[in-house]
Nanobody, 114 residues
Framework: EVRLVESGGDLVQPGGSLRLSCAAS????????MFWVRQAPGKGLEWASS???????YYADSVKGRFTVSRDNAKNTVYLQMNSVKLEDTALYYC????????RGQGTQVTVSS
């Protein structure tokens, strides 16, 4: 059974930084592309970033240059380093096995506010 557990969300001021983590279990993590998707209040799921099984990173234009995705296959964990956060980054962040949010966990809340 695929299980993804996100953590690291918090209240952060605009311009600040945060690192999200996602611990994976129940599948062969190193063989999978992994995705970060987010859902802002009142909006649908939005793909933010992804990383291939060999470590190639991809970003939505809205986060490019500010967010960095990485993975540690030895720890079955994927990370999202968020720098220079903006008010519009406020959302529930999920890791998933597809850009549509497949198998996502419970999410971790990121709130950007002054």
């Amino acid at each position: 059974e695929v299980r993804l557990v996100e953590s690291g969300g918090d209240l952060v001021q605009p311009g600040g930084s945060l690192r999200l983590s996602c611990a994976a279990s129940g599948f062969n993590f190193r063989d999978y592309n992994m995705f970060w998707v987010r859902q802002a209040p009142g909006k649908g799921l939005e793909w933010a970033s992804s990383i291939s099984n060999i470590g190639t990173a991809y970003y939505a234009d809205s986060v490019k240059g500010r967010f960095t995705v990485s993975r540690d296959n030895a720890k079955n964990t994927v990370y999202l380093q968020m720098n220079s956060v903006k008010l519009e980054d406020t959302a529930l962040y999920y890791c998933a096995t597809s850009s549509l949010g497949s198998n996502r966990g419970q999410g971790t809340q990121v709130t950007v506010s002054s």
